[in-house]
């Protein structure tokens, strides 16, 4: 047993260390709000007037042909890209003009995997996980930050020796996984990924998909997830923002954008492989999800 | 404030059983996560009754504690079932940390290697250098093959772009040389071979070491770092799946770069020293400018520019050859672009420092002294 004096200690040490800036959960309706913006490289636009609100506890999928401007649109959300003009509202906190290292009680409740897995290279899988959970809750334990850094690991589907390896030593499906291990880490409320299951064999994106269904359901997660894999739009996500035009043409599950007559949209969702998705997706009595958003939280 | 997780204990019948309190989040854990593992008495049951919010890292705090007690789990909500199961099938002891050995062995282990390493090095080098001649002739066979356009980039990149802080160093640096002559001269009433000795110094040694050293950092490094990236990218692996050799592509053009420009960049460094010493001259000795200059013809031989010139290029092929080569070393992470891009310019410099002692011999054994 322990006594009072040793109870004592412990809790100066976390005090200690503990930081000061970290809030509760965000019980606002949108987690994620947008208004206006407008991005621009030189003198090509990306977006004008683009408005998004995402909804607290649901995923929703972001589509949009190659290059028009979905990863651009997450990095202006995150803070890592100036928009000219426009409000983004993370939490119901203003994102804009915030440098990326400040406002960390607003960063440490979301989790971000980049198209291209951004690990440190210079650190292993389980340190990678490590650095947010370091950087965010230093009064953790040593030992309780190895812990979690290797369930995480294995949580987002590698194998366990894969927590001791460098991001070099790792395939591209691989590092996908320990980007996502990483965006994990703290158990975020808000989770942004961009392109989760490109590259990845599709019984790999399957249990990706049904992971990040899982998380959002019990954590209460708000994902926002851009993704080219019709079968993931079709399994898990609850509405779908279709980008074209440099804004959001369209936001909605996915019967309601059928009914839409935009062709971009009749053209993705009734392409040969958007038929076989919704098939399988039928066949596979998943579509429950999809009808979730379409009645429940719509 | 917040609010942290929190435990009490309550024994009942000889069974111990902890009743946890409070949200069990990321944010909440440490200090319960710190008792629980100071407790050393045996535990039963954990009541989770009383718990709030659970995240995954507040489940597998008390997955862990249970399993470590072998206690049973009462009072979970229906959320904290589901995510004792995730983390509980999530459960793994692997090391996080590549294997290590005790210090001794390791140090053992390290020397080996480095002593094997060192070999392999100057095996891989030799075979670097034999490729880089390969392309060489390849590029003379076909010379329509070869990238003028990225010739010409070096070119500004290795050459005009120097022109301004190698002028200023070796305008500074023929200052200091003729100030510093002058004080020591004055002594036995030689003052006016501040003249031959700025001049013979600057065309011999040190316009085209300074020059050297100056090249080293800026390109030599530039050189490690920017093939390093490409290699960590995996662009030059791209480059040969297209059949575009590297090695032509580009190391020859940077290799010509250095070599055609340093004889030019000792040459301007040279003359600025000497302007420099002239300057310094007219203020402080009392000699004028012009009169500096046209001594200067007199007082230096004309095979002290030769001097220069035969090893300035020499120079250019060592700074180059090993920026690249190191760059075509880098394996792995970040870390080894900053590892290979010092040692490109370590050893660049040393190889001209030690070859610089070489030429000095070489050349007052064959009468250019
Ligand atoms: N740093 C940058 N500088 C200049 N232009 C950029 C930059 N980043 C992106 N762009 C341009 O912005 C546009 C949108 O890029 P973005 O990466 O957001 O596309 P995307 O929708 O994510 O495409 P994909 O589906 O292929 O990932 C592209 O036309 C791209 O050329
Ligand atoms: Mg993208």
Partial sequence: ?298 | MRDWADFTVEEAGGRMTVVLEGALLVSTIALLDRKLRAMTDPVQEIDMSRTGDIDTIGAWTVYRFANENNAVIVGASEQADILLQAVRDSASTAPIEPPRLPVIPRVLDDTGRKVVAFGQGVLRFLGFLGAVIVALGAVIRHPRRFRYRALVRQFDLVGVSALGIVGLMSFLIGIVIAQQGAAQLRQFGAEIYTINLTGRLSFRELGVLMTAIMVAGRSGSAFAAQIGTMKLTEEIDAMRTIGVAPLEALIVPRILAAVLMMPLLGFYSALLAIVGGAFIADLTLGIPFMTFLSRIQEVVPIHDLWVGLVKAPVFGLIIALAGCYQGMQVQGNSEDVGLRTTKAVVQGIFMVIVLDAFFAVFFSEVGWG
């Avoid at chain 1, 590698?158 to 320990?178: D, H, I, Q, V």
Wanted: charged residues 25%; negative net charge; glycine residues 10%.
């Fill in chain 1, 1 to 298: 047993m322990i006594d009072e004096i040793e109870n004592e200690e412990l809790l100066e040490d976390v005090l200690d260390e503990a930081r000061s800036d970290v809030v509760g959960h965000f019980d606002g309706e949108y987690p994620i709000e947008i208004e206006g913006l407008r991005n621009s490289f030189g003198s090509q636009v990306i977006h004008e007037n683009l408005s998004l609100k995402v909804r607290r506890g649901e995923i929703l999928g972001v589509v949009g042909g190659s290059g028009t401007g979905k990863s651009v649109l997450m990095r202006s959300i995150i803070g890592l890209q100036m928009p000219d003009e426009g409000e983004i509202r993370v939490f119901g906190k203003n994102t804009i003009g915030v440098m990326p290292d400040e406002e960390s009680s607003v960063r440490s409740r979301w989790g971000v995997l980049f198209q291209g897995g951004a690990l440190f290279s210079t650190l292993t899988v389980a340190e990678n996980v490590e650095v947010p959970l370091k950087q965010f809750f230093p009064e953790i334990d040593a030992e309780l930050r190895h812990e979690i850094a290797r369930y995480k690991v294995v949580m987002s589907g590698l194998p366990e020796e894969a927590a001791a390896k460098y991001p070099s030593e790792l395939s591209g499906g691989m590092r996908k996984r320990a980007g996502l291990a990483r965006a994990l880490a703290l158990d975020p409320e808000l989770l942004f990924l961009d392109e989760p299951t490109a590259g990845l064999d599709p019984i790999g994106a399957a249990m990706f998909d049904s992971l990040t269904r899982e998380l959002t359901d019990t954590l209460g997660l708000t994902v926002f997830l851009i993704t080219h894999d019709l079968d993931t739009l079709y399994a898990i996500c609850d509405r779908v923002a279709v980008i074209a035009d440099r804004e959001v043409i369209a936001v909605g599950t996915i019967p309601e954008l059928l009914k839409t007559d935009h062709p971009w949209i009749q053209e993705y969702f009734n392409g040969p492989r958007s038929r076989a998705a919704r098939a399988t997706s039928e066949a596979a009595g998943r579509g429950k999800s999809v009808d979730k958003g379409a009645d429940g939280k719509a």
